[in-house]
């Protein structure tokens, strides 16, 4: 039963690192670039929550949105000034990187001014009790989590294969040249693109406040990192992949911790990587794609 | 002509030569005081960080954001190296530099191998990973002083050790890239399908390019260790990586030239500028983009600069004159 809870926890924190995976994943299906730049995007989302629930005292249905909303035209803006004009080019993609990594710093230095580099503390945000399944504790924040990190993905899906602007994206992600012949508006599709993950993000950030209780202007590293990891370990590119991956960290995490390793986490969320790497590099999800000349 | 060929070698030779002799006797004449030529050593050993991950990220086209992690294993393994090895320090030290470039080696071929099989960006994630583990692994094992550092290193650094090895690693990267083994790596940042299907072994050569720079920055770890005399795990961090990559994409990926200049240029510039310290790395990221932006092969491109070049031009110069008279 102690597993059991460990592995309900895992899940629980799991399902952050989702729904940042799953920005990534979006955003690397549709122009190969991995954001550096999205973890800390996580971080603005948890700073606009804060500034709107402790300094300005908005409601809390006030707070997430705001922060849903900000992120998603932060990620708009930060595509539109800074990787646009490199994707127009058809910039290598060492450039890109390295002005996501630009992106990266320059949030972190930024919000590290605004709000010095001590960490903030969140109060809760949604009330916490434990809830009893048989013989089984689970506290209702991971059933928060997980839950809502289940609804995100299926809106997502729908998103993606149901509505006109994921037939777009779909196309975009396929075959740039040819999409733009056929009409679709390439550049704004990957825009949406971005400001749908940084919206994503913001949720995230909202569910790890609710979680940790503590941000720091640095937050965004690792867990943005890790977020990557599952996206690949899931399959890049892929909705459900990412969501598994996610899940399979927070698990594989949170077990670790249970016996005792909570100092070497870290280097079993990279060891995982480098297994998925050398066993099966395109992922759970992931559709091995010749490369064509 | 081509007798002279040996011509612009001497001269580089004797410059650099000078460069030593005029910098030491300013060092032992006191003119350059302890604090400056502590600076004149880091610069060196920036030299070597930078002209070692732009053959990684400038030749070989590949992003490689944990060259303080190699730094730190080659700087753990050094001083590991000098402080039990019980031989005598003269001795011990330059096996102890070279002890720190191939354990940076070996982290080099554990991480190499899985990400530079496959196409993509993967060793750039490796590798920043690679930097978060190392230091967690310093933490947990018995052996590195975990949190509290490792002290007691003896200061064994000196300015010729720094400016020797300096030049030596600019000497052989700048060999290697004009070496049939260096077009190799070359052929494979411009286009690696072609270069495979002209028969180059993609794999191979993209290993031995971001292994050598793991190696020269173990070593350069060794000589930061023996120059500072404490090593704290939190120095190598993720912005130390990044320090070293900015050196890299301002001079120029793909310009020896361009990473030295950078590299001695924002070494000295923070300690012009210790006003805005706060605002460092806020500046740093802004460069970046824009350089990425407006100009991203960096502010020299791949320009090298030559005496051989200059030697040719005064000469044809002097013959051109000749022929006319």
Same mark, same amino acid.
């Given at each position: 039963?102690?597993?059991?809870?460990?592995?309900?926890?895992?899940?629980?924190?799991?399902?952050?690192?989702?729904?940042?995976?799953?920005?990534?994943?979006?955003?690397?299906?549709?122009?190969?670039?991995?954001?550096?730049?999205?973890?800390?995007?996580?971080?603005?989302?948890?700073?606009?929550?804060?500034?709107?629930?402790?300094?300005?005292?908005?409601?809390?249905?006030?707070?997430?949105?705001?922060?849903?909303?900000?992120?998603?035209?932060?990620?708009?803006?930060?595509?539109?000034?800074?990787?646009?004009?490199?994707?127009?080019?058809?910039?290598?993609?060492?450039?890109?990187?390295?002005?996501?990594?630009?992106?990266?710093?320059?949030?972190?230095?930024?919000?590290?001014?605004?709000?010095?580099?001590?960490?903030?503390?969140?109060?809760?945000?949604?009330?916490?009790?434990?809830?009893?399944?048989?013989?089984?504790?689970?506290?209702?924040?991971?059933?928060?989590?997980?839950?809502?990190?289940?609804?995100?993905?299926?809106?997502?899906?729908?998103?993606?294969?149901?509505?006109?602007?994921?037939?777009?994206?779909?196309?975009?992600?396929?075959?740039?040249?040819?999409?733009?012949?056929?009409?679709?508006?390439?550049?704004?599709?990957?825009?949406?693109?971005?400001?749908?993950?940084?919206?994503?993000?913001?949720?995230?950030?909202?569910?790890?406040?609710n979680t940790f209780h503590q941000i720091t202007p640095y937050m965004g590293g690792m867990l943005g990192l890790k977020?990557?990891?599952?996206?690949?370990?899931?399959?890049?590119?892929?909705?459900?992949?990412?969501?598994?991956?996610?899940?399979i960290l927070g698990v594989a995490e949170s077990l670790t911790t249970a016996a005792g390793g909570s100092q070497i986490?870290?280097?079993?969320?990279?060891?995982?990587?480098?297994?998925?790497?050398?066993?099966?590099?395109?992922?759970?999800?992931?559709?091995?794609?010749?490369?064509?000349? | 002509?081509?007798?002279?060929?040996?011509?612009?070698?001497?001269?580089?030779?004797?410059?650099?030569?000078?460069?030593?002799?005029?910098?030491?006797?300013?060092?032992?004449?006191?003119?350059?005081?302890? =604090?400056?030529?502590?600076?004149?050593?880091?610069?060196?050993?920036?030299?070597?960080?930078?002209?070692?991950?732009?053959?990684?990220?400038?030749?070989?086209?590949?992003?490689?954001?944990?060259?303080?992690?190699?730094?730190?294993?080659?700087?753990?393994?050094?001083? @590991?190296?000098?402080? =039990?090895?019980?031989?005598?320090?003269?001795?011990?030290?330059?096996?102890?530099?070279?002890?720190?470039?191939?354990?940076?080696?070996?982290?080099?071929?554990?991480?190499?191998?899985?990400? @530079?099989?496959?196409?993509? %960006?993967?060793?750039?994630?490796?590798?920043?990973?690679?930097?978060?583990?190392?230091?967690?692994?310093?933490?947990?094992?018995?052996?590195?002083?975990?949190?509290?550092? @490792?002290?007691?290193?003896?200061?064994?650094?000196?300015?010729? =050790?720094?400016?020797?090895?300096?030049?030596?690693?600019?000497?052989?990267?700048?060999?290697?890239?004009?070496?049939?083994?260096?077009?190799?790596?070359?052929?494979?940042?411009? %286009?690696?399908?072609?270069?495979?299907?002209?028969?180059?072994?993609?794999?191979?050569?993209?290993?031995?390019?971001?292994?050598?720079?793991?190696?020269?920055?173990?070593?350069?770890?060794?000589? =930061?260790?023996?120059?500072?005399?404490?090593?704290?795990?939190?120095?190598?961090?993720?912005?130390?990586?990044?320090?070293? @990559?900015?050196?890299?994409?301002?001079?120029?990926?793909?310009?020896?030239?361009?990473?030295?200049?950078?590299?001695?240029?924002?070494?000295?510039?923070?300690?012009?500028?210790?006003?805005?310290?706060?605002?460092?790395?806020?500046?740093?990221?802004?460069?970046?983009?824009?350089?990425?932006?407006?100009?991203?092969?960096?502010?020299?491109?791949?320009?090298?600069?030559?005496?051989?070049?200059?030697?040719?031009?005064?000469?044809?110069?002097?013959? %051109?004159?000749?022929?006319?008279?």
């Amino acid at each position: 039963m102690d597993i059991l809870a460990q592995v309900l926890n895992g899940l629980g924190i799991g399902s952050i690192y989702a729904l940042v995976a799953l920005g990534y994943s979006m955003v690397y299906g549709i122009v190969q670039l991995i954001n550096f730049a999205h973890g800390d995007i996580i971080m603005v989302g948890a700073y606009v929550t804060y500034v709107g629930l402790v300094m300005a005292g908005v409601p809390l249905w006030a707070a997430v949105l705001i922060s849903i909303l900000f992120c998603g035209i932060a990620g708009v803006l930060i595509e539109k000034l800074a990787y646009s004009r490199l994707l127009k080019k058809g910039a290598p993609r060492i450039s890109l990187l390295i002005t996501a990594i630009g992106v990266s710093i320059f949030l972190q230095n930024l919000s590290q001014l605004l709000f010095s580099s001590s960490a903030k503390s969140m109060p809760a945000m949604f009330p916490n009790g434990m809830l009893e399944l048989g013989a089984l504790q689970v506290s209702s924040n991971t059933l928060l989590n997980i839950g809502t990190s289940i609804v995100m993905m299926i809106a997502l899906q729908l998103l993606v294969n149901k509505t006109k602007i994921g037939k777009a994206m779909r196309a975009t992600s396929e075959d740039a040249g040819a999409a733009k012949l056929m009409g679709i508006s390439t550049s704004s599709t990957i825009a949406f693109t971005f400001g749908v993950g940084s919206a994503l993000a913001a949720v995230g950030a909202v569910l790890y406040c609710n979680t940790f209780h503590q941000i720091t202007p640095y937050m965004g590293g690792m867990l943005g990192l890790k977020a990557f990891v599952a996206a690949v370990l899931g399959g890049i590119g892929s909705i459900p992949g990412a969501m598994l991956g996610g899940y399979i960290l927070g698990v594989a995490e949170s077990l670790t911790t249970a016996a005792g390793g909570s100092q070497i986490t870290d280097a079993i969320v990279f060891g995982i990587l480098i297994l998925v790497l050398l066993v099966k590099p395109a992922g759970l999800f992931g559709k091995n794609t010749r490369e064509k000349v | 002509m081509k007798t002279k060929k040996w011509i612009p070698n001497v001269i580089i030779l004797v410059l650099v030569l000078a460069l030593y002799v005029v910098l030491s006797v300013l060092i032992s004449a006191n003119i350059i005081n302890p =604090y400056y030529s502590g600076i004149l050593t880091m610069v060196c050993i920036n030299v070597i960080l930078a002209v070692s991950l732009n053959l990684a990220t400038g030749f070989l086209g590949q992003l490689v954001l944990g060259h303080a992690g190699f730094m730190s294993v080659g700087a753990y393994a050094a001083s @590991l190296f000098t402080m =039990y090895s019980g031989l005598p320090q003269i001795i011990s030290f330059p096996i102890a530099l070279l002890v720190g470039g191939l354990v940076a080696v070996v982290f080099g071929v554990i991480i190499g191998v899985p990400a @530079l099989r496959l196409k993509g %960006d993967y060793l750039a994630i490796l590798t920043l990973g690679f930097g978060e583990i190392i230091r967690v692994l310093i933490l947990a094992v018995p052996f590195t002083g975990g949190a509290a550092g @490792l002290s007691g290193i003896p200061l064994l650094t000196t300015f010729t =050790y720094v400016f020797i090895l300096a030049i030596l690693t600019v000497g052989i990267i700048f060999a290697f890239i004009h070496s049939r083994h260096g077009r190799a790596v070359i052929a494979i940042r411009e %286009d690696e399908i072609a270069a495979e299907a002209a028969g180059i072994n993609t794999t191979y050569y993209k290993l031995l390019a971001f292994v050598m720079a793991a190696f020269f920055a173990g070593v350069a770890g060794g000589l =930061y260790a023996h120059h500072i005399g404490v090593l704290d795990p939190g120095k190598f961090n993720f912005n130390y990586s990044v320090e070293i @990559l900015i050196m890299v994409v301002l001079g120029g990926m793909g310009s020896i030239t361009g990473s030295v200049i950078a590299a001695v240029v924002l070494t000295l510039l923070p300690e012009a500028l210790r006003g805005f310290s706060e605002y460092r790395m806020l500046i740093y990221s802004i460069i970046l983009i824009c350089v990425m932006l407006f100009k991203p092969s960096g502010l020299l491109g791949q320009y090298e600069f030559s005496i051989a070049r200059i030697f040719k031009r005064l000469t044809h110069k002097k013959a %051109d004159a000749e022929k006319e008279a």
